[in-house]
């Protein structure tokens, strides 16, 4: 692969405040070509493309790649029990979170009510004087 440099010519870079140098690049700023692998990298299983990638699979990923590759594999985790558990929690938890939703719209609701009585104690008051 022939760069511009190699052949001669030099790079234009911008500076700040508008001032433009021209300079030919160092060894340390060529690029290096690296060989390609001949497949998919080995951690990937065949054509990502085609399906989504979740939050739970990113957060799966990111704490430790090699349960995400072995979790791809088909390869079953040894912390059933714990999985379990944390899936029994957060149900827990989303039914609190769903309970707390409802007293809110509850308390909401009677809130506009009791504005709306007084509303119409006052226009009571005011038209029976």
Same mark, same amino acid.
């Given at each position: 692969?022939? *760069?511009?440099?190699?052949? $001669?010519?030099?790079?234009?870079?911008?500076? %700040?405040?508008?001032? !433009?140098?021209? +300079?030919? %690049? =160092?060894?340390?700023?060529?690029?290096? /070509?690296? %060989?390609?692998? /001949?497949?998919? %990298?080995?951690?990937? !299983? #065949?054509?990502?493309?085609?399906? *989504? !990638? =979740?939050?739970?699979?990113?957060?799966?990923?990111?704490?430790?790649?090699?349960?995400?590759?072995?979790?791809?594999?088909?390869?079953?985790? =040894?912390?059933?029990?714990?999985?379990? +558990?944390?899936?029994?929690?957060?149900?827990?938890?989303?039914?609190?979170?769903?309970? &707390?939703?409802? #007293?809110?719209? /509850?308390? =909401?609701?009677?809130?506009?009510?009791?504005?709306? $009585? !007084?509303?119409? &104690?006052?226009?009571?008051?005011?038209?029976?004087?």
């Amino acid at each position: 692969m022939k *760069y511009a440099w190699e052949a $001669g010519e030099s790079r234009t870079t911008l500076r %700040p405040f508008g001032a !433009i140098t021209t +300079r030919r %690049p =160092t060894a340390a700023t060529i690029p290096v /070509a690296w %060989p390609r692998r /001949a497949g998919p %990298p080995c951690d990937t !299983i #065949g054509s990502m493309g085609d399906r *989504y !990638i =979740t939050a739970s699979e990113l957060k799966s990923f990111d704490f430790c790649r090699r349960a995400w590759f072995l979790e791809r594999q088909g390869t079953e985790s =040894t912390l059933v029990s714990e999985r379990a +558990r944390g899936q029994a929690d957060h149900e827990s938890h989303g039914n609190v979170v769903q309970q &707390a939703n409802l #007293g809110r719209c /509850a308390a =909401t609701l009677l809130f506009v009510l009791g504005l709306a $009585g !007084i509303a119409a &104690a006052a226009l009571v008051w005011w038209f029976a004087r």
